[in-house]
């Protein structure tokens, strides 16, 4: 079997998603702002599908599954509670010289990538201790060359504060995770809802974290979009083993089928011991082959009842769930399958990168689902007011329906070309045949097919071929 290889370079597609409006530098006028970027008119339109994809999947259409919007600033016990206060933290080290600070993981990934050895470490499971080690073992310098100081952890909540005054007392945190705003609400998700286990809560919304790692593009951020579920069951009644094969199929199949990603540039990657988590039995993580490696995606992990039991010792209110049959009280276990919108977006971008050498073009073949337009109209010329009377009146009948781009400028050739990097699928060419027979071209993106379609036939054709 040939190498499976990533569709592209970070270079091309940070290049392709400025020149065509998906992603945008932030701040650029100024500078930028490190880890952080900004989605233009095409990529807002392919973020907001992703999430309503994710939500029509995972909340509307089951009936085990609730939806919640809780907020970004939650009270400061929360995250000293879910012990994000003490151990959410990156290792780091600093350069002796500029005083830059640096990942301490990802420098070893990056002199065992220059400089590959026999049994290599496995990064993410290497302690603060093992890492330590290795760097000075291997006299590893800053990217400045420099020398470094010794590993140390670096907490990645952003801080901020309530009030005029910033003391200890009104400090709170931009939340590192949608997932506690599931655990904190339980208790009122419970007494507001007629639910019985298992359930599951999922929310979609911002998160922040302190990220110092540049030169990921959207990968990593300082601020992003989640899409958590928290799903809750009795472990004496399922079987976690169970459930959590269940949800590792729902999130392949959302990612396979519903994203359309190739299944071949997709694996699971288990964590050890020593990188899983202190709260979690088991995890996973689903690895995309991004430009820059296989890399989390989306992760699964069993958290059993460590968080409602944490929340339920530092609120003093009981999170305990009685089964309405046999009056069992109880605290819940749960499963959590949480990705991060934007790594989705960036798989989807990534994964739909076509070089089409024979016709020397670049197509982006999204899923017709994700693409920011799902057809474009045109007039042959611009300068024709029958031909563009005629476009305007098509444009405006299925822009009732479908997202619909308009284009009148340059030759068709390159309207084409422009659409394609859109990744638009289908475009309709109004010409002077469309005045004689009321006929119009449609041209399809991904083999530059093109065919001749009666108006009258165009409402049907396109609902065989559109959602
Ligand atoms: N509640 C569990 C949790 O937050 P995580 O692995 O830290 O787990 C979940 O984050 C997902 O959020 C990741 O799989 C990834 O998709 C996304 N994510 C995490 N940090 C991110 C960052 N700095 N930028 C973009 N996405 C991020």
Not at 282 to 293: C, H, I, K, R
Request: glycine letters at 6%.
């Amino acid at each position: 079997m040939p190498e499976i290889k990533p569709t592209t370079s970070l270079e091309e597609i940070t290049a392709l998603s400025k020149r065509r409006g998906f992603v945008y530098q932030t701040s650029e006028i100024y500078g930028g702002l490190a880890n952080s970027y900004e989605y233009g008119p095409s990529g807002v339109e392919v973020l907001r599908k992703i999430k309503n994809l994710w939500w029509d999947f995972f909340i509307n259409k089951r009936e085990d599954m609730l939806g919640l919007d809780s907020q970004i600033i939650l009270h400061p016990k929360t995250w000293e509670a879910s012990g994000h206060t003490t151990s959410f933290a990156d290792p780091m080290v600093e350069d002796q010289i500029t005083h830059k600070r640096y990942r301490a993981d990802h420098l070893i990934e990056a002199f065992l990538k220059k400089n590959p050895i026999d049994n290599p470490p496995v990064v993410e499971a290497m302690k603060i201790t093992d890492m330590d080690q290795f760097l000075k073992e291997h006299q590893v310098k800053s990217p400045d060359g420099n020398q470094i100081s010794e590993v140390k952890n670096f907490n990645l909540l952003f801080e901020t504060s309530i009030g005029v005054i910033a003391d200890a007392n009104n400090k709170v945190y931009l939340r590192g995770e949608t997932a506690q705003g599931i655990f904190s609400n339980f208790k009122q998700i419970l007494d507001s809802n007629r639910v019985k286990l298992p359930f599951g809560v999922g929310q979609i919304g911002k998160s922040f974290r302190n990220e110092i790692t540049t030169g990921q593009f959207i990968f990593r951020t300082l601020e992003f979009e989640q899409a958590e579920i928290e799903y809750f069951f009795d472990p004496e009644v399922n079987d976690w083993q169970v459930l959590f094969k269940d949800w590792q199929e729902q999130m392949w199949h959302f990612v396979t089928k519903v994203l359309g990603v190739n299944e071949q540039r997709l694996r699971w990657r288990r964590h050890d011991d020593a990188e899983r988590s202190f709260y979690s039995k088991d995890t996973y993580d689903l690895e995309y082959l991004y430009p820059f490696g296989w890399k989390e995606v989306w992760g699964i992990a069993y958290r059993t009842d460590y968080d409602l039991k944490q929340h339920m010792q530092f609120s003093g209110k009981s999170l305990e769930y009685t089964d309405p049959f046999t009056l069992k009280k109880f605290i819940p276990h749960v499963i959590e399958p949480a990705v991060g919108i934007n790594r989705l977006f960036l798989m989807v971008l990534c994964d739909a990168y076509f070089p089409d050498e024979a016709k020397n073009r670049l197509v982006l073949k999204l899923d017709q689902k994700l693409a920011p337009y799902q057809l474009a109209v045109f007039p042959l010329l611009r300068n024709k007011a029958e031909l563009v009377n005629k476009a305007r009146e098509i444009f405006l009948q299925l822009n009732k329906k479908y997202s619909v781009a308009w284009d009148e400028r340059g030759n068709i050739g390159k309207r084409y070309l422009s659409q394609d990097e859109l990744g638009t699928p289908y475009c309709l060419t109004i010409d002077f045949e469309t005045l004689e027979n009321d006929s119009l071209t449609i041209r399809h993106r991904d083999n530059g097919l093109q065919e001749r379609v009666q108006i009258k036939e165009l409402e049907q054709y396109l609902a065989d071929l559109l959602i």
